[in-house]
C-alpha cells in the first residue's frame, strides 16, 4: 500500500531502539527521509549506517530543555512526521515508596521531551499546513499496574498532551495520535525480563521469564507472547501516512489483548 509519505522527512527519537528502528525501515521504504536521534552517540550513528538511504543520525538529552533546544538546532529541515518512540520504565515499586526524584526522572523523558520536540517541530508543520505527530504511549495508560505507577502516570500525561495537542493542529494540517503498546520485544522489556530472572532464583532463561510474567502479571494478553517490534511499526507508520487522514487525536492500542476493558 503507498502511505503517500515519498519525499516526507521523518524525525524519529529512540531511534537506536528496536522499536524506533522498525518504524524507520517502513518509512524509509516509503520514500522518507529519515532523522534518528538517541541518547548514545555511537548507537544512533550505527543505525544510521546500518540503514543507509540517507538517514542521519544525532545524539542528544531530550530530558532536559536545553538539550532538547540543542538538538533542535542541529536540524536542518524541520520535519514532516514526528515519532516520539524514546522512554524508560522508571523505578518501579510501591507507589508511595517511589521517591518524588524518581517520578520526576520518567515524566522529563517520557513525557516532557515529547512537549519540547512539539513546541520545537509542530509550528514548523503548521506553518506548511501538512504534519504527522504519533506519540508512543503504553498499554499503561488503560490499564494502570500498581508496581507501575511512575510509568502509568508519565505516559499518561503523554496522551492527555497529544490529545489536547491534536484539537487545534488538526484544523491546521497536524494530525496527532498516539499508539499504545504492550510487552513488545525491545531492549526495555528485555531487560524486565533480565531484572526477573535475578529476582528469582527458579527462573533459568528468557523464555521462561517471559512465560511466567505473562502468567503472573498479564493475564489478559490473549495472544500470549510479546509482540513483535514491526508489529507496532505497522501502526505508526499507518499514522504518519496520507492513509490516516481522518484520524485525530487517537490512541491505537496494539497489546495483543492485555488490556482487558473494552476501548470506547
Known sequence: MDLGIKGRTALITG?????????????????????????????????AQELG??????????????????????IDQSPDILVHA????????????IDEEDYMHALQIDFLSGVRLAKDFVPGMAERGWGRVVYVTSENVAQSYPDEVVYNSA???????A??????????????NAVAPAFIETNM???MMEQRMEKHDDIDSMEE???????????????????????????IAFLCSERASFVVGSNYRVDGGAVASLDI
Not at 511466567?212 to 510479546?226: D, H, N, V
Open 163 to 176: 490529545k489536547g495537542l491534536s484539537m487545534p493542529y488538526a484544523k491546521k494540517g497536524v494530525l496527532v
Open 209 to 235: 521469564a517471559v512465560e511466567t510474567f505473562l502468567e503472573e502479571e498479564r493475564p489478559y494478553l490473549t495472544l500470549g507472547r510479546r509482540g513483535r517490534p514491526e508489529e507496532v511499526a505497522a501502526a
Open 53 to 74: 538511504n540517507g538517514t542521519v543520525g544525532f545524539a542528544a538529552d531530550l530530558s532536559t530543555k536545553e538539550g532538547s533546544d540543542a538538538f533542535a538546532k542541529k
Open 86 to 97: 524514546a522512554g524508560i520504565t522508571g523505578a518501579k515499586g510501591d507507589p508511595l515508596e
Open 15 to 47: 531511534g537506536a531502539g528496536t522499536m524506533g528502528r522498525a518504524v524507520a525501515e517502513l518509512l524509509i521504504a516509503e520514500g522518507c527521509q529519515v532523522i534518528l536521534t538517541d541518547i548514545d552517540e555511537d548507537d544512533v550513528q550505527k543505525t
Open 155 to 161: 505516559k499518561s500525561a503523554l496522551l492527555s498532551f
Open 189 to 191: 522489556t528485555d531487560g
